[in-house]
């Protein structure tokens, strides 16, 4: 399995900035994926980051408030933008192998907003 | 709209215990189904994958097991230890949707395992 990696791993963010998060994967993987995961709640799936294309967002996700860059098949950045504290989760990436379509997880950046 | 139950939210069993977690899903159109480990306020492992044609898999003291008509996955956990406690998430990933990585995620059991 790939081995992901975050960065930062966690962020205390005053209202109104905006923060970055970067996702490195060890091996070259065609699907990656960015995940929220609310406080007490599910995952649910923000966007696919396309290589080379702009990302394709899911319902109630849009580019001006999580713009995403995909400039090769190892890297991806998610931006928060314009934080509020109802931004406050934790976000993951996630890649997929295209041989068995199973999904593997980075360990998440923990994001509180004040 | 597939939905994604697991029941119950939460579990405490003594140490040594067999358990089992329960996962269901309202549409049977599935193209595979993953149980996931989440540490407190860390990411997601792995922890066994099913594919729609499979009724089970296994990995060391785990098992999981399908039944797609039904809409219904159980994970076995054996012997269970202490390092056990954790939230298990099961997610169903759509048939069809194999290009968009979209996983559907119940709500997770909190297990505890009292030493």
């Known amino acids: 399995s790939a081995v992901i990696s975050q960065k930062p791993s966690r962020d205390i963010c005053q209202r109104g900035t905006s923060l970055t998060i970067q996702c490195q994967v060890d091996?070259?993987?065609?699907?990656m994926f960015w995940y929220r995961q609310q406080p007490g709640q599910s995952l649910t799936l923000i966007a696919t980051?396309?290589?080379?294309?702009?990302?394709?967002?899911e319902s109630g996700f849009v580019i001006d408030k999580f713009p995403i860059s995909r400039p090769n098949l190892t890297f991806s950045t998610l931006t928060v933008s314009n934080m509020s504290p109802e931004d406050s989760s934790i976000y993951l990436c996630?890649?997929?192998?295209?041989?068995?379509?199973?999904?593997?997880f980075g360990p998440g950046t923990r994001l509180t907003v004040l | 709209k597939q939905e994604v139950t697991q029941i119950p939210a939460a579990l405490s069993v003594p140490e040594g215990e067999n358990l089992v977690l329960n996962c269901s899903f309202t549409?049977?159109?599935?193209?595979?189904l993953q149980w996931f480990r989440q540490d407190p306020g860390k990411g997601l492992t792995s922890l066994l994958l099913?594919?729609?044609?499979?009724r089970e898999q296994t990995s060391g003291r785990l098992n999981a097991s399908l039944d797609k008509s039904s809409g219904r996955s159980t994970l076995y956990i054996a012997a269970s230890q202490p390092g056990d406690s954790a939230t298990y998430l099961c997610?169903?990933?759509?048939?069809?949707?194999?290009?968009?990585?979209?996983?559907?995620f119940g709500q997770g059991t909190t297990l505890q395992v009292k030493p």
């Open positions: 996630s890649v997929q192998d295209s041989s068995y379509n199973e999904q593997f």
């Open positions: 091996s070259q993987v065609t699907m």
């Open positions: 980051a396309n290589q080379g294309s702009e990302a394709t967002y």
């Open positions: 549409d049977s159109a599935i193209y595979n």
């Open positions: 099913i594919q729609s044609s499979q």
């Open positions: 997610a169903v990933f759509l048939d069809g949707s194999s290009n968009t990585g979209k996983l559907i």
